[in-house]
């Protein structure tokens, strides 16, 4: 089955600097590759996905890259402010799986002012 | 409406216990999910239902028993559970079908067994 490793654990960065996430999965045939957010007590949300027929995407301070080839993708936060700090995952999918995704571990972003 | 709703948002049950998780959508979302999260954890699948059919159940103790009696509703039934089994419990919906797509999470419920 598919595996997603995601790194670092844990990221502190300073208001207005760049936070970067990368993962890696193993299943070639995984081509939907989602990030969500979590913050304390909250559900997790959506903030950008990405398809294996795209390299990469762009949403205001948000930007995910996608090589398939090194089966590796990045989420990208630029001017990082204290809201965004929480929790994030990335996670893989594929066409076979019946929507199910498989998330890595998770990063803890702190950002401070 | 664009949110997936969930009750209870707590609830705290003896291990002798029945209880029900209760989970809705009004977004015509076609497939409906069951995860269980522990604290610093990511979310970990236990049921897929798609166009109300049981497509995946990952290996879940029966004391878990999913139940989807309409494309909107997902229920949990839960019986005899562990004090192990205490977590957030998520429901989320997407659109189905073969290809991938957004899954929306419902907000949780929190649930404590002692």
């Known amino acids: 089955g598919e595996n997603v490793e995601q790194h670092p654990s844990t990221l502190s960065v300073q208001e207005g600097d760049s936070a970067v996430i990368k993962c890696t999965y193993s299943?070639?045939?995984?081509?939907?590759f989602p990030w969500y957010k979590q913050e304390l007590g909250k559900r997790p949300q959506l903030i950008i996905d990405?398809?294996?027929?795209?390299g990469e995407k762009k949403d205001q301070r948000i930007a995910v890259t996608l090589n398939k080839t090194a089966k590796h993708f990045s989420l990208h936060i630029t001017e990082t402010q204290p809201e965004d700090s929480a929790v994030y995952f990335c996670?893989?999918?594929?066409?076979?799986?019946?929507?199910?995704?498989?998330f890595g571990a998770g990063t803890q972003v702190v950002v401070t002012p | 409406d664009t949110e997936v709703t969930q009750t209870p948002k707590h609830l705290v049950m003896g291990m002798t216990n029945k209880k029900s998780l209760k989970c809705e959508q009004h977004?015509?979302?076609?497939?409906m999910y069951w995860y269980k999260q522990k604290a610093k954890k990511p979310p970990e699948l236990m049921f897929v239902?798609?166009?109300?059919?049981?497509?995946i159940n990952e290996s879940v103790p029966s004391r878990f028993s999913p139940e989807c009696p309409n494309s909107s509703l997902l229920n949990l039934h839960l019986h005899a559970l562990q004090p192990e089994d205490s977590a957030l419990y998520l429901c989320?919906?997407?659109?189905?079908?073969?290809?991938?797509?957004?899954?929306?999470f419902g907000p949780g419920t929190r649930l404590t067994v002692t």
């Open positions: 299943d070639s045939a995984s081509n939907y």
């Open positions: 239902y798609s166009y109300e059919k049981l497509s």
């Open positions: 996670a893989a999918s594929s066409t076979d799986s019946w929507g199910k995704l498989q």
């Open positions: 977004m015509g979302h076609r497939a």
């Open positions: 989320a919906s997407s659109w189905g079908g073969e290809v991938p797509n957004e899954q929306y």
């Open positions: 990405i398809r294996s027929n795209v």
